[in-house]
């Protein structure tokens, strides 16, 4: 049972739903100071003020809180078919699957600083991955949320360096990291950076 409010997926179906998501996307990394290998994996409209991911709208699971007006919070977009791979824009491979590992293509929480809010989202994504079957994560990831993601539970799989900036390969075995945040959780404060 969801612990966030307003958490669930978005349909990618629904123009106003993609239209509202693929806004918050671009508000969340326009802000970012270097943004050219950001601009490799994903499609930037910056005309319109949106960002879509490579990986086809079907192939993708996004997950958001909501707040009452419907405005995006805390959002996740998640490759679950595997069939392409966002890493391997970087030099990445994608690891052996039978089904069971998914790729975490961005996550983002530009209007909120509250810790709180977004441990019980990274934890209802997770409960939700694992009840789907999903037994692991990938993903890749810039110095500045290295420390937040090891935080969580993610174990560095390999690195690289693309045009002169560091890129990190990430791989979290989802159950663990539902322990981890449980436990973190439950008492202990941590400064997790915003994106």
Known sequence: MSRSPGFGPVDLADPEQLRRYEEAFYTAFSRVESQALLRQIW???DPAHRIATRIP?????VLATRDEAGGLGCVFAINTAMRGFQGAAYGF???ATDGTCCEILSFFAPDTNDVGARILFWGDTVDLLLDMGFAQAVT???PHPLATYIWIGAEKLAEAVVQGEPRFFLGFELQRTRDRIARRSSGRTASLRRV
Do not use: H, I
Request: charged share 30%; aromatic share 8%; net charge negative.
């Open 93 to 95: 491979v994608p690891p």
């Open 140 to 142: 890749t990831c810039g």
């Open 43 to 45: 499609r930037w409209d």
């Open 57 to 61: 709208p079907d192939e993708l699971l």
